[in-house]
């Protein structure tokens, strides 16, 4: 297997821009996470899906971001308008459904908003 | 709130010099406590889960051990090839996972 699979690796863009982060998650994992890292904040959970499903975006940090599901195989984490304190590193993270599993991390996305 | 914090933030040693790392935590029902490794432009890489206290876990010269309200990681004999950020994480609900800002390993030859 692959693992999870995310793209950009690098994203550079400018105050005010949308943004759109990928992921494709490991084949048969039903959770999938968002999560930002930062040197202040450590990581830091944004949302998760369970079979597609958003169950907890709490870690949303505001109403210019948002992620969709469409289906097992794709998840997006949009920015718009992006703001410079967006930048971070972007990890989506995948794992089997059943409760107490381990969570597979992609190589994640470096987005600096300039 | 659920909270974990692990010490030190920084840990400079020789190869050979054995030590561990700290994780503390508070978390309303504890699911089970993971350990990462992330090593420098990467993501995090599972290492360890530990579900109760008095458990312990290994692999080659790491060993993790769980009590009530703390975690340690063991490092035994390291090698320049350990060095890395380790991260702690407790699981806070279902599949929700609380990190820790991690510890930088810089293991010297």
């Known amino acids: 297997d692959a693992g999870v699979i995310q793209s950009p690796r690098h994203e550079v863009t400018e105050m005010g821009q949308e943004v759109t982060l990928r992921c494709k998650p490991i084949s048969g994992h039903n959770s999938l996470f968002w999560y930002r890292q930062t040197m202040m904040r450590g990581l830091e959970l944004l949302i998760y899906?369970?079979?597609?499903?958003?169950?907890?975006d709490s870690g949303m940090p505001e109403d210019r971001f948002s992620a969709k599901m469409p289906n097992a195989s794709f998840s997006t984490l949009k920015i718009q308008p992006s703001e410079p304190r967006d930048s971070a590193v972007y990890f989506c993270a995948t794992a089997r459904q059943g409760g107490n599993t381990e969570a597979f991390f992609g190589q994640g996305t470096r987005l600096t908003v300039v | 709130e659920d909270q974990v914090t692990q010490s030190p933030e920084a840990l400079r040693l020789q190869e050979g010099e054995s030590s561990s790392l700290n994780c503390s935590y508070t978390v309303s029902g504890l699911r089970g406590l993971f350990w990462y490794r992330q090593d420098p432009g990467k993501g995090p890489e599972f290492l360890f889960t530990?579900?109760?206290a008095g458990e312990e876990k290994e692999k080659e010269r790491l060993k993790a051990t769980l009590t009530k309200k703390e975690s340690f990681l063991h490092i035994t004999a390291p090698k320049p090839e350990d060095s890395a950020t380790y991260l702690c994480a407790v699981q806070a609900g279902f599949q929700k996972l609380v990190f820790g800002t991690g510890t930088r390993l810089l293991v010297s030859p």
């Open positions: 899906f369970n079979n597609n499903v958003p169950i907890d």
């Open positions: 530990l579900y109760s």
